[in-house]
């Protein structure tokens, strides 16, 4: 099947031969759906914290940032901005100039109202002779979209969620989702030498102005929040790319050779690993919110994290009596239970520990693996994942985040089970990825490669089938222990749609 070129590219990229037979298997086995106990919810699995609760972990984060410990935010930025002018692209190919889909006519009817609305006039300016209002009077709204979408302009039609102008400032320059995540990074991951630390996974061809719009913007934040920025950046590896297959399960080719796709957003469970800090926060680069509207945002950042530490201090004592050679009471041993069960939502529903060395060993397992702290915000319709307690393959049932592809559609219980989950995943998380000793986890240890799935793609008129590595925040996750706390809607500012920039907490 796989001539000398096929191979050579699979050298190139880091991949087996191995590799690739087991992802062609793949597409013929399938994957299993996840075995969904119950969703997650308020007082079973999810968290709802006081006033008096929330004011201590706040405190407890204040505290951490004092000593000589590592923080950093992580942003999954290489998403393309192309989805967002979905409908403007269609308008375009459409070739008309009658706005008929409510999605345009608000788009052109409140186009002023946008951030990236001065620039997009001074180039059809420049490219048409004409400013907005003119064009959109002679409804020369195709003329308005190149120079928003094509090179000749703004060129947001190539460009990354993180690099489009999202929020207006009076008298200030309009800011980019990769410039708000570095002033939230401010407000609340600053350590008491004043440095923020951020990582973004962006895409190959747009590092370079990822790059280019730091350093003309580093020291005007630098200076308005009294911060040390230490910003750096990685690129999806190619060896975490994915084999595309046509509807019979072969290889996919175009022009004689195998297509690969990148393998989702699980992939950059690979950078991930890579970021050797005490604790990181993770966010998606298009959920931000202008100056105004950051307050709840900042605040429960600080609260998850103070959650986590709290957690984490209790996890360090249990995980060094395990490691040492004394003997743990039975009462120790009660008290390391509750606290997996109670704390940690992990219970050992299906696997019978009999002597004393299976329950150390069996707790030895539990608190030796990475800790993460997930907000978790009421279902009020926003796509998204959800919190759910499942079985697991060692006979676990734990706190996961699923999406619906994971569950078994033809079996009633399991869809009526996600259709009465209560809240939905912002993808708002922060991550312990250390023991008590210091010594970093490996992260790709905790992995389930059973959670992947396949998804139906086309390629110039096409159909082929892609695969999908285990999600970053689900199966890439799965053996992570994970506490869930509800967050308020108003932390989850999402722009999947250009006209979403319109909503009242992005003006």
Known sequence: ????????????????????????????????????????????????????????????WSEYLKHNNSVVKFVPASGAASRMFKSLFEFVSAGKNELIKDNDKLFFGQIEQFAFYDELNFYCKRNEGWDIPHLIADKKYLRILESLLEKKGMNYGFLPKGLLAFHKYQGKKART????????????????????????????????????LLKSRIDDFSYQFGADFDVTFSVQKPSTDT????????????????????????????????????????????????????????EYKMVLAGLLVNVQKT????????????????????????????????????????????????????????????????????????????QNPNGTVSCQILESCQFDMNDEKQVEIMKSSTHFNPVDLVCA????????????????????????????????????????????????????VEVPIDTFTPVKMVTDLLRAEHQ
């Open 1 to 60: 099947m796989l001539n000398v070129d096929d191979k050579q590219k699979l050298v190139q990229r880091g991949i087996s031969e191995e590799e690739f037979e087991a992802q062609l298997m793949q597409f013929q086995t399938g994957f299993p759906y996840m075995k969904v106990e119950k969703p997650a919810i308020v007082s079973d699995g999810i968290l709802c914290l006081d006033d008096k609760s929330k004011s201590f972990y706040l405190s407890e």
């Open 177 to 212: 989702p990769f410039e708000e995540h570095l002033v939230e990074g401010a407000l609340y991951a600053k350590n008491s030498k004043g440095k923020v630390s951020l990582h973004f996974t962006v895409s190959k061809e747009h590092i370079d102005y990822f790059e280019k």
């Open 243 to 298: 084999v595309a297959v046509d509807m019979d399960n072969h290889p996919f080719r175009e022009n004689g050779e195998i297509l690969f796709r990148p393998g989702g957003h699980g992939a950059l469970i690979e950078n991930l690993n890579a970021i050797d800090s005490d604790v990181i926060f993770i966010k998606n680069i298009d959920n931000v919110a202008p100056d105004a509207y950051k307050q709840p945002t900042v």
């Open 315 to 390: 996890i360090f004592e249990y995980q060094a009596l395990l490691d040492s050679d004394s003997r743990i009471s039975e009462d120790m041993m009660k008290k390391m239970f509750a606290f997996a069960e109670k704390t940690l939502c992990v219970t050992n529903k299906y696997n019978p520990l009999s002597t004393n060395k299976d329950k150390v060993d069996y707790l030895k397992m539990i608190y030796n693996r990475p800790l993460r702290v997930c907000g978790m915000v009421k279902n009020e319709g926003e796509p998204g994942g959800g919190p759910y307690l499942c």
């Open 433 to 484: 990825v250390k023991n008590y000793k210091g010594d970093k986890y490996n992260l790709l240890s905790f992995v389930d490669e059973n959670t992947g799935f396949i998804s139906y793609k086309s390629k110039n008129g096409r159909e082929l089938k892609a695969l999908e590595r285990p999600g970053l925040w689900n199966g890439s996750m799965s053996d992570w222990n994970t506490i869930f």
